[in-house]
């Protein structure tokens, strides 16, 4: 059971999606600093673009990043000195230490099998610690209106985008609150970040003010079932 390795070249020369990414990581955050309990340690799965680990690095003493990727390792390395980064695929990995933080920002479809993926973080959290996750859901409103507009078949099916960039699997967030309850682990809050009504071309074909943007982001907050992606607060039962 592997991680699966995906082209690094997409997250600098992919700029489609960059309105509504910096939308939804910047919720990411918001919404781990609202609900974590202490900020003495963060471990995060996966560097991305690095837009996490640089909102991150602002608000928690320790932190520790995981990525499989030793370009990416390399440069972030290079680039923060103060945070500790492993070369290693998710499944391997063996802490030294118990985390009061733990974030999955969008790497759960990319494993084999993101149930027990769940359960063998679960094993690394302190007494009190929780698991960020935040995670694409196929049962976005803009997908469910292309369905039934004919233009999307089936609602679990991969973009050539997603295959890119190493996604697995595409679920919607009826299945995503079942795979973290097939975990042993408890959904404390869960929330939306980033409402989409249209596909990115369309949306970004209107020109829509900024203001716009984050009002789909702060709606999407009451909306996680057909929000573009879902933000769960999980813990051990």
Not at 22 to 38: A, P, V
Not at 195 to 206: A, D, E, G, V
Request: charge should be neutral; aromatic fraction near 12%; charged fraction near 20%.
């Amino acid at each position: 059971m592997k991680t699966i390795k995906h082209d690094i070249n997409m997250y600098n020369s992919d700029m489609f999606y960059e309105q509504e990414n910096i939308i939804m990581m910047q919720r990411y955050i918001d919404y781990i600093l609202q609900y974590s309990n202490t900020h003495n340690n963060f471990l995060e799965l996966g560097i991305g673009r690095g837009e996490t680990i640089r909102l991150l690095q602002k608000h928690f003493d320790s932190i520790t990043v995981i990525d499989g990727e030793t370009q990416l390792i390399d440069k972030y390395t290079k680039k923060y000195n103060d945070i500790e980064f492993i070369h290693s695929f998710f499944e391997n990995y063996k802490p030294k230490q118990k985390f009061d933080n733990i974030g999955m920002g969008f790497i759960l479809d990319l494993v084999d099998s993101p149930t027990n993926l769940l359960q063998m973080y679960s094993n690394f959290l302190s007494k009190k610690g929780k698991i960020f996750i935040s995670i694409e859901n196929a049962l976005s409103l803009h997908r469910i209106i292309a369905h039934e507009a004919g233009l999307l078949p089936n609602l679990n099916s991969l973009s050539e985008s997603n295959k890119k960039f190493g996604h697995k699997v595409y679920y919607g967030y009826d299945k995503w609150v079942k795979i973290i309850q097939e975990a042993n682990l408890k959904i404390i809050a869960e929330h939306g970040l980033f409402l989409k009504p249209f596909s990115t071309k369309q949306i970004n074909m209107l020109n829509l003010d900024p203001s716009i943007y984050n009002a789909l982001s702060t709606t999407a907050k009451k909306f996680p079932q057909i929000s573009n992606a879902c933000f769960f607060v999980v813990e051990k039962q």
